[in-house]
């Protein structure tokens, strides 16, 4: 699961309640990850420092300390994939864990299906890292080429400004994963304009207009209303396909 690690990947599951816990551990271990419980901040920092974790599932509600001050002290150590889990309305408490490290969020109550999708992403995407990146993508008639920075639709050039492509990119190396509306401003547009959601609203129009075969029913470049977009994408082709 894991290609810098060998056997199967081992997740902290950091929750105080007893039961989302239990029910974690039977569908993690289900799908044949190792799990490991902490039932709050402190218990759940000890053992990440004494486990070999591949991926942390933060709740954001402790008893001992808040899930997001928690996220950035993992930060200053490990790039491990923290995946937040939140109850569905707190949007600006999923987006503070997201600024803070955090790489994508699971609202309770969560879909086993979901859950599952956004730990694979988040696995996946981790080894990817450690290896150099995916340098291809593919979404329906869509191949984004990050390295030769092109994209073709149906095979053919499409054209893009170069805050378009700014955009794209940064999307697409954070591709299946959420990012928040206040990173997609800084990385294209600079700390200056963090807030400035506008331009971003702009241009992912601009994006579906050439992406996508709806631009107004997206199925690539998703709004995650109240936190930022996320760009959904197929597997990677073979090099040299
Ligand atoms: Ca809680």
């Known amino acids: 699961m894991s290609a810098d690690r060998a056997g199967p990947a081992q997740v902290l599951v950091i929750e105080?309640?007893?039961?989302?816990?239990?029910?974690?551990?039977?569908?993690?271990?289900?799908?044949g990850y190792i799990v490991h419980e902490a039932a709050g901040a402190r218990e759940g920092e000890t053992l990440a420092g004494n486990r070999?974790?591949?991926?942390?599932?933060?709740?954001?509600?402790?008893?001992d300390g808040d899930g997001t001050a928690l996220i950035r002290r993992l930060r200053v150590w490990t790039q491990r994939p923290v995946i937040v889990l939140s109850a569905r309305s707190m949007e600006s408490q999923k987006v503070e864990a997201l600024d803070a490290g955090a790489d994508d969020f699971v609202a309770k109550p969560f879909g086993v299906a979901e859950l599952h999708a956004r730990l694979r992403v988040a696995?996946?995407?981790?080894?990817?890292?450690?290896?150099?990146?995916?340098?291809?993508?593919?979404?329906?008639?869509?191949?984004?080429?990050?390295?030769?920075?092109?994209?073709?639709r149906s095979g053919e050039r499409v054209r893009l400004t170069a805050t378009q492509w700014r955009l794209l990119e940064v999307l697409a190396r954070?591709?299946?994963?959420?990012?928040?509306?206040?990173?997609?401003?800084?990385?294209?547009?600079?700390?200056?304009?963090?807030?400035?959601?506008?331009?971003?609203?702009?241009?992912?129009?601009?994006?579906?207009?050439?992406?996508?075969?709806?631009?107004?029913?997206?199925?690539?470049?998703?709004?995650?209303?109240?936190?930022?977009?996320?760009?959904?994408?197929?597997?990677?082709?073979?090099?040299?396909?």
């Open 123 to 152: 696995l996946r995407h981790a080894a990817q890292t450690s290896q150099g990146g995916d340098a291809r993508l593919v979404l329906g008639p869509v191949l984004i080429d990050l390295a030769a920075k092109t994209v073709l």
């Open 52 to 63: 070999r974790i591949d991926l942390f599932l933060v709740d954001l509600g402790l008893p």
């Open 174 to 241: 954070h591709a299946g994963r959420v990012v928040t509306a206040r990173q997609l401003l800084r990385e294209v547009w600079g700390p200056a304009h963090a807030e400035q959601s506008h331009y971003l609203r702009i241009y992912v129009r601009q994006l579906r207009q050439k992406l996508e075969l709806e631009p107004s029913k997206p199925q690539f470049l998703i709004t995650e209303t109240g936190i930022g977009y996320r760009l959904l994408v197929e597997a990677a082709p073979p090099p040299g396909d």
């Open 16 to 31: 105080d309640e007893a039961p989302i816990r239990q029910l974690l551990r039977t569908t993690l271990e289900a799908e």
